[in-house]
């Protein structure tokens, strides 16, 4: 499994430091691995030390925590991952002790388990507690949606995305005051088509046999049915149907062993499309994996915050297709939010495969220069909106704010 790259390029600090102070900050954090929790602790570890502050990571582990220690900060280990009632206890204890051994002065959860420790922990040792989201949780049941409601008990609440910040907003009743946006930012260096070189792209394909003139529909993500694998399974029947050829799917998915995954190869097999389908592990080069896409698609069936795979593909200038619960207008330009000479991809209603089949015959029927410009004005985009200098920026400020101010009743 890879670790994601983030921008190791220390962010400009000033003038959100705080003068004199150096902060000493909690975070926890289910594991250290490659989830999205995972990379946005180790991007505030990053923001955070090269401002000149101390950070404690409290984690399962993983293969990030070296890049923790690189960017400075130190790694406790703690089973946060844990939902168990008596783990979940023994590590509320511990991250108590933790802040009054180390006088922390922030705790910073990502992810409910370790959120309802870190919520007690505060609270008991009185110190400001913040949260960061990164997708909207389903509430199948009323245990869900108690569990789930930790994550806006933050003195102040953080969401990657517009929409998560609405979505907080609407179950929980958090004022839009605690609520800040920071979307996750990009390392614009890796992701670059400047920077990879055709041969690379070339075995990309090849490691997913796929014929030089076909057409990749790209889907990066964990293989689970909130992620819509199986929208698009439908989807590729449909494009079958219609006549059009040269074309292959490619799920670039982990957790590979699941039953959704295991389902979803029978329905492939069912419907007759096991020649337009590929079901591949984790990317082992994710630029150059990008750069073989001729479009990259997530057909997500609940809030997805905001996926780093999008930037990541319009960093590369790579088109993307996104349902409406995928991403929202901070994250893809569409239409009819804004016109066609601004647009960075195609959106369609959640869980409609003939519409993102429709979606697709857009697209590849364009010419090749209007696809181009697409692409071009999505790296642009992500330039203009998610570097880690505006990432660092936001961070900085709100921190700022929080170990300045009171906290939430």
């Known amino acids: 499994m890879n670790a994601p790259h983030l921008a190791k390029d220390s962010p400009p600090v000033a003038p959100y430091e705080l003068p004199g102070r150096a902060l000493t900050v909690l975070i926890a954090v289910p594991t250290l691995e490659s989830g999205a929790a995972d990379a946005g602790a180790l991007g505030l570890v990053r923001i955070l030390s090269a401002a000149g502050h ?67 922990a505060a609270r008991v040792t009185g110190v400001p507690f913040l949260t960061t989201w990164y997708k909207g949780f389903r509430e199948q049941n009323a245990f869900k ?30 004022p839009f005051d605690r609520i800040a946006v920071v979307p996750s ?28 003139d076909a057409r990749v529909i790209l889907s990066v993500g964990r293989m689970r049915h909130r992620k819509g694998h199986h929208v698009m399974v439908r989807a590729a029947v449909r494009l079958k149907a219609m006549g059009l050829k040269d074309f292959v799917c490619v799920f670039a998915a982990e957790d590979q062993g699941t039953r959704y995954a295991a389902e979803l190869w029978d329905s492939v097999l069912a419907a007759g499309c096991s020649d337009v389908i590929r079901m591949t592990g984790p990317l082992d080069d994710p630029p150059a994996a990008y750069a073989a896409g001729a479009a990259v698609v997530s057909a997500a069936v609940q809030p997805e915050g905001l996926q780093r795979a999008l930037l990541e593909a319009q960093a590369m200038e790579r088109p993307v297709v996104v349902s409406d619960a995928a991403a929202g207008g901070d994250v893809v330009l569409t239409p009819p939010a804004v016109g066609d000479d601004r647009i960075t991809g ?46 660092a920026e936001q961070t900085l400020r709100l921190y700022a704010d929080v170990a300045g101010g009171t906290k939430a009743a």
């Open 54 to 120: 101390r950070t404690i990571v409290a984690s399962r582990g993983g293969p990030l925590a070296a890049d923790v220690r690189e960017a400075g900060g130190e790694c406790i280990t703690l089973d946060m991952a844990s939902r168990n009632p008596i783990a979940m206890l023994r590590n509320t204890v511990a991250l108590a002790r933790l802040v009054r051994e180390r006088g922390c002065d922030i705790v910073h959860a990502h992810g409910r388990a370790p959120a309802w420790c870190a919520y007690i």
């Open 346 to 391: 195609l959106r369609f209603s959640t869980g409609d495969d003939a519409a993102l089949a429709a979606a697709l015959i857009r697209l590849f029927s364009m010419p090749d220069p209007a696809r181009r410009a697409m692409g071009q004005r999505g790296r642009a985009w992500v330039l203009g909106h998610f570097s880690l200098t505006a990432a």
């Open 185 to 212: 930012c990009v390392d614009l260096g890796r992701f670059d088509p400047a920077a990879v070189p055709e041969e690379r792209v070339r075995a990309v394909r090849r490691a997913w046999g796929v014929a030089d």
């Open 145 to 174: 949606r108690i569990y789930n409601r930790v994550m806006a008990r933050g003195d102040r609440v953080i969401a990657v995305s517009d929409q998560l910040a609405e979505l907080i907003n609407e179950r929980y009743g958090t």
